[in-house]
Each structure stands twice: as structure tokens, then as C-alpha cells.
């Protein structure tokens, strides 16, 4: 997965004003990974594919275990409600 090309599709782009609001920004785009600044710190949280598994890692702004997902929609959305303000092991 390219997040260069889903992000230009237009439905990845809606599903992440629909689900978040403002409460997610992006910051920097690469292959396979992108960085998210989460409010209200604007700390940057990380979701970064993984093309051997075929799966997506989530992490938070203190590298902290979010989860895992299937596709970038479920992502944005365990990174829009997670609670990180622990830094816990899961």
C-alpha cells in the first residue's frame, strides 16, 4: 500500500474530516508510513504498513501499541479514539 495513492483518493480523504474533525492532522506522508499529529499536543503518532504481513501497525506519540488494522480507514479511526495519554505495554 502506497500512502501517496490512498491519500489522493477521495474517500480515504473524507473518511478522515468524517471521522475526526480536526482532531487529526497530517504531517508528514511516506511509502509506508505516515505521521500524525494528534491534538490537542500535536504529537506525532505513526501508522506505517508492513508489505511482508499485508497488515497496518499503529503506534502513538511515545511509541506506544495502538493496535493493527487492515486498511487505512480502520487506522485513522483506532488513532482518532485511542487513549494515549499512558504509556502502557498492551
Known amino acids: 500500500m ?5 491519500l489522493l483518493k477521495s474517500s480515504c480523504r473524507k473518511e478522515l474530516k468524517r471521522q475526526t474533525g480536526r ?3 497530517i504531517l508528514e506522508v511516506r511509502r509506508h508510513e505516515l505521521v500524525i499529529g494528534r491534538s490537542p499536543t500535536w504529537a506525532p ?4 504498513y508492513y508489505p ?3 497488515r497496518i501497525y499503529v ?3 511515545a511509541g506506544q501499541h495502538i493496535g ?3 486498511n487505512l ?3 485513522i479511526k483506532q488513532l ?3 487513549d494515549t495519554s499512558q504509556v502502557l505495554p498492551e
Not at 503518532?45 to 506505517?48: F, G, L, N
Open 52 to 54: 511482508g504481513v499485508g
Open 80 to 82: 482518532a479514539h485511542a
Open 45 to 48: 503518532c505513526r501508522i506505517r
Open 2 to 6: 502506497n500512502f501517496h495513492v490512498e
Open 73 to 75: 480507514a480502520d487506522a
Open 23 to 25: 482532531s487529526l492532522d
Open 59 to 61: 503506534s502513538g506519540p
Open 68 to 70: 493493527w488494522a487492515d
